[in-house]
Every structure is written in C-alpha cells, then in structure tokens.
C-alpha cells in the first residue's frame, strides 16, 4: 500500500479563524488525492478531488470557498477550512490512490490517520 | 450517491468465531469493491479487494463474497480476535480511477 500522514491530528480553534490540515504522501508520488469528512458514527462522505497541478473538483453541496484546497505537490495536498464554524467540526481524512504504471493501483485509495477540527 | 446512517449496525461476536459482515451495495454497473477497517479515531486500513469479475477473494483470514445476483458483498472474519474490533466499511467504485462510494458501516464487537 502506500503510506500517508496528516498534520496536525487534531485541532481546536476559535469560531471564525481558518484552519490548515495537510496530507502527505510519504513513500508514493501521489497524482490524487481524496478530502473526506466523516461524522461520528456516520459514513465517510467525499468532499473532493484533488489532482496534482490543477484545480479540486468538489463534491455536490461541498462549498469550494470555504474549503480550499490545494495540491501543489506529488506528496502532498492542502486543505484549508476558511472562516470555520462549529459546524464545521468533524473528523478529516485524506486518501491517496495511484496512477496507470504506478505500484498501487488507480482504484485502491490508502487513508491517512485522520484530522479531529473542533471549532468552538 | 453516498450512504450516511443515523447509527451504525453491530455484530457481537466471541474471540473465536468467524465473524460475517455483510453489505448491500447500490450500482448495478460497479465493477471494484473494498472492505476497510477504521478503528475508533483513526483513518480507515485497506483489507481487502475484489473486482466484479471474481466472487470470492481470500487473504489471511478474511474472505471477501460478492454475489452481483443481488448486490451483495461480505466480509468474512476467521478466527475473530480483539484486535478485530471496529467499524468494517465496504465501499464500491466503477473503477478506472472513479470515486469510492462507501457503505454505512458495521461496529464489530468481540468479547473475550
């Protein structure tokens, strides 16, 4: 598989601020990459898809203003809840998949640890 | 579209048993299918994968069924342990690179 990390792995911040989570792919270039979001006790509901060098493509409902992302990198993607909410609380996760040719193949999508946001 | 419950399924099971989690999946046309481990405050661990073309995929002690008659997945858990405790989420794609589309999950419980 391959191996991802997030940072930070949780965050409490103030009604208002913006709040950065990043995703880094630490033993694969990865061309994609997945922003989750996932509610207690619910299901992962997909937030975005984000490609190397070009702009995300976001889910339905997703409000590509409010959650920026960026993917500036092969191993890494940025996600920044703008003006969070305490709404906006939840539990964060990245995922990375590969690409034609790669040792991972293009369906299969590896998880990092998961970011908890809590915004007060 | 994406599955989202009120409250997770359980299955209560002694260290021991084979454990069964099943999952009705939604698209008829889904070709690629995972079963994932998330444990309480992480992100969710790859276990194994099965493409529509197969029915039945073994790894170490699991067993991933997909029955397309019905749309039908399970997972099967040999020898259940503790550390197997969880919530177990399928997810299906069309493959190709194409978004996951997970399943509401199921809380597996053992008991020693």
């Known amino acids: 598989g391959a191996v991802v990390s997030q940072h930070p792995s949780w965050v409490i911040c103030k009604s208002g601020t913006s709040v950065k989570i990043e995703c880094r792919s630490l033993d694969f270039q990865a061309t994609t990459m997945f922003w989750y979001r996932q509610f207690p006790k619910q299901s992962l509901m997909l937030m975005a898809t984000?490609?190397?060098?070009?702009?995300?493509?976001?889910e339905q409902g997703v409000e590509k203003d409010k959650f920026l992302i960026n993917h500036a990198s092969l191993t890494l993607s940025t996600l920044t809840v703008t003006s969070a909410h305490p709404e906006d609380s939840s539990f964060y996760i990245c995922s990375v998949t590969g690409t034609s040719g790669d040792r991972i193949s293009t369906d299969t999508q590896y998880f990092g640890p998961g970011t908890r946001l809590t915004v007060l | 579209g994406e599955s989202v419950g009120l409250h997770l399924p359980t299955l209560s099971v002694q260290e021991g048993d084979n454990s069964i989690i099943n999952c009705a999946y939604s698209n008829s046309a889904s070709d690629y299918f995972i079963w994932y481990k998330q444990e309480s405050g992480k992100g969710p661990q790859f276990i194994i994968d099965i493409r529509s073309n197969m029915d039945k995929r073994q790894g170490q002690r699991v067993t991933v069924l997909l029955n397309k008659t019905v749309k039908h997945l399970s997972l099967q858990i040999a020898a259940t342990q503790p550390g197997d405790s969880a919530v177990y989420f399928c997810a299906e794609s069309l493959g190709q690179g194409g978004k996951l589309i997970f399943g509401q999950g199921t809380e597996l419980s053992v008991k020693p």
């Open positions: 984000s490609n190397e060098g070009s702009k995300a493509t976001y």
